[in-house]
């Protein structure tokens, strides 16, 4: 054959052959801080982050715990340990092959209570909403792209973010590590609106107004007078308040909200006690 022609034939057949990974050769894949992801690059988050992230949203037994964008699987490793039901999501094979690994290696492998399992998925395709704690370490475009999602879940779920903020949506929690920084949210129930309410079977109207976690309001307290509420505050489904009535009476409000109602107790400076309920109109 031509030395022309045979040189041409090897530089076509490189040029064809497709591309293999490290571990097709027999080598054992190993992840490099940096490396390319879908939307991001990889790098590893320390493990004291990684404890006080799962510290700040009280990990635990009974917990369902999704970490989303799982890299090598640390966090719903350490999750695992906690007891709860982890399962994070890795776009990279690879890196999810890799991370199933060190799960085996730590004996958490596998699905259910203590255990962590990786999946190779993409995180805006996955459904989490069966999650009780969410844990993230994504750019910040990244997390208000999920922000809706998780907002829509119920309320009560906690969520921990490594480094960056869900912007306007204010943090329940901060906690610094070394120049590190986590951030703690949980999600709040959706309260705004009028609602009808009864106090001791006494009727009248509430309205509230709400910036996320953060509430606002008044209640009717006879003829055209609305009370403002004092301390409003609501924390995922817990839902507390105080007004003063029309004869100087401070009355104190808690209780839970489910869906379109919300019940609890009341008690008043005198030291009575009572039940309420709202309906939402």
Not at 74 to 96: D, Q, V
């Amino acid at each position: 054959m031509n030395r022309f022609f045979r040189f041409a034939l090897v530089v076509l057949l490189v040029v064809a052959a497709p591309t293999y990974s490290q571990t097709t050769f027999g080598q054992k894949y190993e992840p490099q801080v940096g490396q390319a992801g879908k939307d991001v690059i990889w790098v590893p988050t320390p493990d004291e982050v990684v404890e006080r992230m799962l510290t700040m949203a009280q990990v635990g037994p009974g917990d369902i715990h999704f970490d989303l964008g799982a890299g090598d699987g640390k966090i719903a490793i350490a999750a695992a340990k906690r007891g709860a039901r982890a399962t994070g999501i890795e776009y990279n094979p690879e890196m999810a092959k890799y991370a199933n690994e060190r799960a085996a290696a730590a004996g958490v492998a596998g699905v259910g209570p203590g255990k962590a399992t990786i999946r190779q998925a993409d995180i805006f395709q996955t459904d989490f909403t069966s999650a009780t704690v969410i844990t993230l370490y994504l750019l910040p475009a990244l997390n208000m792209k999920l922000r809706p999602q998780i907002l829509s879940m119920k309320p009560g779920t906690r969520v921990v973010s490594h480094s960056f903020t869900m912007e306007d949506w204010e943090a329940d929690e901060v906690s610094s590590m070394d120049g590190r920084r986590a951030y703690f949210w949980m999600v709040p129930a959706n309260v705004i609106g009028a609602w009808a309410f009864e106090a001791n079977g006494q009727k009248s109207e509430m309205t509230l107004e709400q910036t996320f976690q953060k509430i606002s309001g008044y209640v009717g307290v006879g003829g055209t007078t609305q009370a403002g509420l004092r301390e409003p505050r609501l924390r995922g489904a817990d839902i507390s308040f105080a007004y003063i009535d029309q004869k100087g009476m401070r009355r104190d409000f808690t209780g839970k909200v489910n869906g379109r109602q919300m019940e609890g107790t009341f008690r008043d400076a005198k030291g009575a006690e009572g039940k309420w309920s709202a309906v939402k109109k």
